[in-house]
């Protein structure tokens, strides 16, 4: 048993869970749901796996390189959604997001990214290396259930399906900031301050988790204080997540900076 | 002076703040940032005088930019502050008056009558109150008992702790950018140099590069003995990663280099004509050898150049520090007068070639190099960072407590009427309000039960 074939059958039963979904989605039985969810919670374990075997065979934190961090992000998107199926039941949002985990994984699987395990270069041999990424990515799974669930709510007619949709979508990005801002830009600055001499250097990657941190300050300011809801909070929480995808993703190919290991 | 302060305190300012400074930041991640203004020319033109005037091309140290985070830090400021009087008053000494009719027209809320006298509801409401771990405080007043009960109400400052640790995480920046210091040491191995204001000197005993088996580098490191007074008072291995730290001080591993100017070249000389005739030498450039051949020959070396080009009026230079054309120029002396010379190649052995016929069967090949090393560490003092720390740790306890530490209220009317109480109770729950919704039936649940 290998890291890839394990990665083959986590992407595989996601697929299979976002087909269940589908049939779901038309057929509006509560049992094929629950059917869609077992194998959704059996890719994730096998995913698990193949994360852990990746960590033992190459020796360091499994997301140094772009096809390990998509796996990773695809793994963090895949648990945010089971947890907040488990604590808030959205299986409605499940074929939309169980798509977007296979989607991260068929990118990570592209040739164009390089799998091989690499030593890690001096910069990055550090502990903070996980801390930093896995609470990084995880947040942003979760502003990936805000964004597919926003998305719902906006083409949504049902009111009461709109209504849960908002608030699903608030409940996840109430999980998601906290992680962002502890991963993304508190632990980034203890790390830059012990890797570079300086906590805080304007990196493009930086600016764009700043960027990205006010769009949410702002969907909380907007929905809190002044009471905004359902409508411009969803579009506030979408522009949120693709201001995270493009700190993710964008930067690294759009821009240089320091940030130029994954 | 009102009127400035409820602009400075308004949500309404903060939000426009957010949009500007998402907006600006993106700026200065299009337009690449701290470039010459010959770069910017090239790059767009007509464009690039105003753009350096706007300041676009430093957006993040411009006047504006700290301006702009400057009133985002005033805001913050004001509006923290402003509100959290009213708070403190509502967490201290709550409002405990209060009449059925508004009770009723709350969100959450339910009503029932029970037999007995008012005081034995009141005690009945409280302790269910208490049990279900409200804090609960009471007042009677004219044959109405007015009951709040409370929990968890560290949770109506959770903003206020997360814009606090932002406020201080923004005096370390500005404590970083007025009193920080920074600059790059040099060093060969066995070299002292003083740290700039720092009152001591730092030595590089030993630097080494480690590699992995396929190559690639694995780590650089520095063993640093700091001395004060001259004298030797700790020693640290000093890598990526790991910086030293002595009073307030960091210092960093940053870069690297080999020191050229020690080189020692091992160069072998052969003879076209004889197969069997090989002699090794090491050298270092300026230094002769005899190299043992009937003619008396002598071999010198003029130069070293790590990165040999062909520079200008095909001079030749070194292009960078790095060995990646390593090139050393030969010369060779008979009866004490220079016969012959060339340029030989590490990596292009047979391209060297003798210029002067006394030359023409000698063959001459660098065939290694070594050299001491340097290592360029950074000193960084850095006043800000104690700050940034703490208030990152406010900033997360803030969260933690905004999102999760949610405070929830329960408000009960008791007026009795004919031998029976009526009992109005109304709930509020800013965060969390479904799983609070559960616990205020489940409690007015078990208060119907009883006595």
Known sequence: ?262 | MKAVIRFLSSVKLAIALLIILAVASIVGTLIPQGRTAEEYAVRYGGLSSAFIRLQLTAVYHSLWYLALLGLFALNLLVCTLTRLSPKVRRARRPHLAADPKSLAAARIKDRFKRTGPLADAQADVQSGLKRAGYRVRSSVEGGRACLLGRKRTAGLFGSDIVHAGLLVIIAGGIASGLGGFKTSIPLKEGEVAAVPKAGFEVRLDEFATEYYPDGAVKDWKSTVTVLEGGKPVLTEIVEVNHPLAHKGFNLYQMDYGSDWESVTLEVWAKKKSDPAFLRKFNLKPGDKAALGDPEGTEVFVRRFLPDFVLGEANQPETRSLQPNNPAALVEGYRGGAKAFDGWIFAQYPDFAQMHGAEGADLVFELKGYTAGEYSVLEAAKDPGVPLVWLGSILLMAGLAVAFYWPTWEVRAVLEEAGGKTDVVLGGQAAKSRDRFEKEFAALVAALRRTP
């Open chain 1, 1 to 262: 048993m290998n890291e890839s074939t394990l990665f083959a059958a986590a992407m595989g039963l996601y697929f299979l869970a976002a087909l269940i979904y589908l049939a779901f989605l038309f057929g509006k039985k509560d049992k094929t749901a629950k059917t869609a969810f077992i194998p959704a919670v059996a890719g994730l374990v096998i995913h698990t796996g193949a994360l852990i075997l990746r960590t033992v065979e190459s020796g360091h934190a499994p997301f140094t390189n772009m096809y390990e961090s998509l796996s990773f992000l695809a793994w963090a998107t895949a648990l945010a959604f089971v947890l907040i199926n488990l604590r808030f039941s959205i299986p409605k949002a499940g074929p939309y997001l169980m798509l977007v985990t296979v989607a991260l994984m068929a990118l990570a699987s592209s040739p164009l990214m390089p799998k091989e395990t690499a030593p890690l270069v001096p910069a990055l041999q550090s502990y903070w290396l996980w801390l930093h990424v896995s609470v990084t990515l995880l947040g942003e799974a979760f502003f990936a259930v805000a964004f597919i669930t926003s998305l719902m709510y906006l083409s949504a007619r049902d009111p009461e399906k709109k209504d849960k949709m908002d608030s699903v979508s608030y409940r996840a990005v109430a999980v998601g900031f906290p992680l962002f801002t502890l991963g993304g830009l508190v632990f980034g600055m203890v790390w830059a301050q012990k890797a570079w001499g300086t906590y805080w250097s304007w990196d493009p990657k930086e600016v764009w988790s700043l960027i990205t941190w006010f769009v949410f300050a702002l969907y909380l300011h907007t929905r809190i204080v002044m009471g905004w809801k359902g409508k411009r909070s969803a579009w506030i929480a979408i522009l949120g997540f693709l201001a995270a995808l493009f700190t993710y993703f964008g930067v690294n190919y759009l821009l240089s900076g320091l940030h130029s290991y994954a």
